[in-house]
C-alpha cells in the first residue's frame, strides 16, 4: 500500500438533504476545511450540492441535464468550469471524471466494504475514500499530491452510489490496463 500524504474526515448530520462537514487531519487534531451541503428533489435523486469552506472560494455541483447517472458538473462560485463526470453505462461502476488536464477513474475499491478509489491514468491510485459498513462518515486517504477540487468531486459522487461500492471493485492492474 502507498504511504499517506494526507488524509481528510467528514461527518455528516441530516437525512433528505445532507450537510458533509470535511476536516484535514493533522497532528495538531481536526482542522475543518469546509462544509458540502447536498440537495436532493422531490423524488429523492440528488439535485446539487454546494461547498462552502472556511476561507476561499465557493463550489456548486450540477447535475447535467440527462438521463445518464453520475453526470455532474462542478463550478466555482464565479460560474469557471472546474470538473464534470460520467458514467457512460448504467450498470458500469466506474465513473469517469474529466477537469481539464487528465481524465481520472472513479471506482469501487478492492475488496468488501463501502468506499472508492480515485486513479490516474499513469501513475494509478491516488486517492481512497473509506466508508464503514455502519454510519456515514468517511476518511479520505490521499496517496500522492492530488487537487483538493478533485477530492471533493470524487467525494460528492461516492456519497450517491454507496451501495455500489459493496460489491469489489476492479484490482490497480486492471485499471491501469484499461487506461494504456
Not at 492530488?146 to 456519497?159: D, H, K, Q, R, V
Amino acid at each position: 500500500m502507498p504511504e499517506i500524504v494526507s488524509t481528510y474526515t467528514t461527518r455528516v448530520s441530516g437525512l433528505w438533504s445532507s450537510r458533509h462537514e470535511v476536516a484535514l487531519e493533522t497532528a495538531n487534531g481536526r482542522e475543518v476545511q469546509g462544509t458540502l451541503t447536498i440537495e436532493r428533489g422531490p423524488l429523492g435523486a440528488v439535485r446539487s450540492g454546494t461547498y462552502r469552506p472556511i476561507k476561499g472560494a465557493v463550489f456548486v455541483f450540477e447535475r447535467d441535464p440527462g438521463m445518464v447517472r453520475g453526470q455532474f458538473m462542478m463550478w466555482s462560485e464565479s460560474r469557471e468550469w472546474i470538473g464534470s463526470t460520467i458514467r457512460f453505462h448504467a450498470l458500469r461502476r466506474v465513473i469517469d471524471i474529466n477537469t481539464g488536464g487528465k481524465p481520472f477513474k472513479l471506482a469501487p475499491r478492492e475488496g468488501f466494504g463501502r468506499g472508492w478509489s480515485l486513479y490516474a491514468p499513469k501513475t494509478g491510485e491516488v486517492a481512497r475514500i473509506c466508508m464503514p459498513i455502519v454510519g456515514r462518515s468517511a476518511r479520505i486517504e490521499v496517496y500522492r499530491k492530488t487537487p483538493y477540487t478533485l477530492l471533493l468531486l470524487a467525494y460528492f459522487l461516492g456519497t450517491q452510489a454507496l451501495l455500489e461500492s459493496l460489491w469489489p471493485g476492479p484490482t490497480a492492474q486492471k485499471m491501469a490496463a484499461e487506461a494504456v
